[in-house]
């Protein structure tokens, strides 16, 4: 992996093919970079790839703080300026949608187009925050992995593939907890609705079955132009559970919007 330094904290990254527009995968809560995997090796036979470990996770430092939205956010926009990407394609799933979204309304000249596969809450009702309020409060008490661990079973369907899973609860557990519980902070801080409504670069919304937090319609009234595709037969992870249907509609919607 290559690496770059801001601000004294080192950012992982990987970086194939070439091809206009780029492409920049970020990826979710505790995650990693493999976490965009499929599309990252699909993508690269055409276009330049990019995929990062954001701070706190992968191969990246953990420094003490800088874990809210924007801060995450211009980390991406760093790595961006650093490579001389222009107006590339984010691809964000959970926290990376949000983080998608809010490098569209931070740094609009540097986002081409966003695609966030299961965003976390743009639109954060009441209810919304108060689940991440709890998860904090358990993260912080004595069952903190018990809770985490429970916490990220549940963002899985029965169908979804078991030692893929397992994988993936191994990652996000691994993760201090301090930075865990840092990074829900800023989710439950972030002021999605602004963001969403200041970006201007072209969506697609890619929902799982399990992401509820993000009503289709809710997403629709605020604007119009965005586009949302569902997949079926897979949890949260739908990028990796049902590659064969995120890839294609990720690579129609690239299609229309250079047409």
């Not at 209810?127 to 069952?143: C, H, M, S």
């Not at 800023?186 to 009503?215: E, Q």
Request: aromatic share 6%.
């Amino acid at each position: 992996m290559a690496q770059f330094t801001r601000d004294g904290v080192r950012l992982h990254y990987i970086e194939e093919g070439a091809g206009e527009p780029a492409f920049v995968f970020v990826h979710g809560w505790c995650c990693d970079h493999t976490f965009f995997e499929p599309q990252f090796e699909h993508f690269k036979s055409s276009h330049r790839v990019v995929a990062l470990d954001l701070r706190g996770c992968g191969g990246s430092d953990r420094p003490s703080d800088g874990y809210d939205i924007p801060t995450l956010t211009d980390d991406v926009a760093a790595l961006c300026r650093e490579l001389g990407l222009s107006r590339p394609v984010v691809l964000g799933h959970s926290l990376g949608g949000m983080i998608g979204i809010e490098l569209a309304a931070r740094h609009p000249s540097l986002t081409g187009a966003v695609v966030a596969v299961d965003p976390g809450p743009i639109d954060a009702l009441p209810q919304v925050r108060e689940v991440f309020e709890a998860l904090i409060a358990q993260l912080e008490g004595p069952d903190s992995d018990a809770a985490r661990k429970a916490y990220v079973e549940s963002l899985f369907i029965p169908s979804d593939d078991a030692q893929r899973r397992r994988r993936i609860v191994e990652t996000m557990c691994a993760v201090p907890w301090p930075i865990a519980v840092a990074v829900l902070r800023g989710v439950v801080s972030w002021n999605g609705v602004g963001a969403f409504l200041t970006a201007k670069a072209p969506m697609l919304v890619l929902r799982s079955k399990t992401g509820g937090s993000n009503d289709p319609a809710r997403l629709l009234a605020l604007r119009s132009d965005i586009q949302i595709g569902v997949t079926i037969g897979s949890g949260h992870f739908n990028q990796l559970e049902v590659p064969e249907q995120v890839t294609p509609m990720i690579e129609r919607f690239v299609h229309k919007m250079r047409a």
